[in-house]
C-alpha cells in the first residue's frame, strides 16, 4: 500500500491518529486543512450529536466526527475493498459509537429513515451527478432533524437556486468555501 494513502485525526480523543485507506477510483480523501474548517465551523454544536457520512470513502469524515464527540456515526461506503478497510479501521478504536454499512448510499437513501440525523456528511465521487439525487432523496426520506446540518463537497458552488430545485424542505447555505477545486459547505435544515 502507498505510504500517500493515509489521514491524519486533527482534532478530539483521537488527535494524531493516523489512518490508512486503499486505492479506489474516485476516493479523494478531504484534505486536512477543509476538515479541520469544517469542524471549526461546527465546534460548539459536534459533540454527542448523531452523524450520518454517505459515500464515506476513507473515513476521514467519520473517524474525525468520532474522535471529536459524536454520539453516533453511521458511513455507508459501496466500493468492498473500501468498506473492508474502514471496518479494521474501527476494530482499531474498539468504539461502538460508529458503524459501516456495506451498501449503496443512494439506495440506503430510498428508504425512509427510522431516525434524525444531526450532521449529514455529503462527498461523493465528482463529476457524476449525485448530489441532486442525493438532496432529494435526504429531503424526502426525513434523515436530517430540524436545525440539522448538511455538509457538502462538491466540484460546483452550490447556490440557493440549486437547493430550491433539488430539496423540498426549507434549507439555508451557513458558510461556503473553496479549497483548490473543492467547493466545500456547511447547510442548515430550517
Known sequence: MANSNTFQIIGGEYRGRK???????????????????????IQFESVNKTYLDLFTGSG????????RGAKQVVGIENNPNTYQHLEKNRKLLKSD????????????????????????????????????????????????????KIYIESEFEITDIFLKENFSEKIKINKQKLSGAVNYCLLEVL
Open 97 to 148: 459509537k460508529i458503524e459501516f454499512l456495506n451498501q449503496d448510499a443512494l439506495v440506503f437513501l430510498s428508504t425512509k429513515s427510522n431516525q434524525f440525523y444531526d450532521f449529514v456528511l455529503l462527498d461523493p465521487p465528482f463529476n457524476k451527478n449525485i448530489i441532486p439525487k442525493a438532496l432529494k432523496s435526504l429531503s424526502k426520506g426525513d434523515f436530517v432533524a430540524s436545525g440539522g
Open 60 to 67: 476521514s469524515l467519520s473517524f474525525e466526527a468520532l474522535s
Open 19 to 41: 489512518f490508512n485507506f486503499p486505492d479506489a477510483n474516485g476516493l479523494r480523501p478531504t484534505p486536512g486543512k477543509v476538515r479541520e474548517t469544517l469542524f471549526n465551523w
